[in-house]
């Protein structure tokens, strides 16, 4: 008798190769945004490719957590995640105090002539 079925079922993949794969992605995705949100800046180009990097470690972070990474996937992300957010504010702050001295100095310009 002929079977309906011309192959069998393939058996599923096996867990250890899945929980490799989301490490490494997460691990990746983690990293570029890290070194993304470390860039330098200046007042012309604005801090949007800074913020991009922390976004991509954010969702790094959420990759790990809706794929169930290992543990230290998680905490390797969420650190990455603080040290990126802290890059990113340090940042802004410096961006913006030097446009506040730039409008000072306008401004003694200004007012000197």
Request: glycine share 8%; proline share 6%; charged share 10%.
């Amino acid at each position: 008798m002929m079977s309906t079925q011309p192959y069998p079922p393939s058996p599923p993949p096996p867990q250890n190769d899945r929980s490799t794969a989301v490490a490494i992605g997460v691990c990746v995705l983690a990293a570029i945004g890290t070194i993304m949100s470390m860039q330098s800046t200046s007042l012309m180009n604005g801090t949007g490719s800074i913020w991009l990097g922390v976004v991509l470690v954010g969702a790094s972070v959420a990759v790990a957590f809706i794929l169930r990474g290992t543990t230290w996937v998680k905490v390797v992300a969420s650190i990455l995640l603080g040290l990126s957010l802290v890059s990113a504010l340090y940042m802004e702050h410096q961006v913006n105090e030097k446009r506040n001295e730039i409008t000072r100095d306008l401004q003694s310009w200004q007012s000197g002539s």
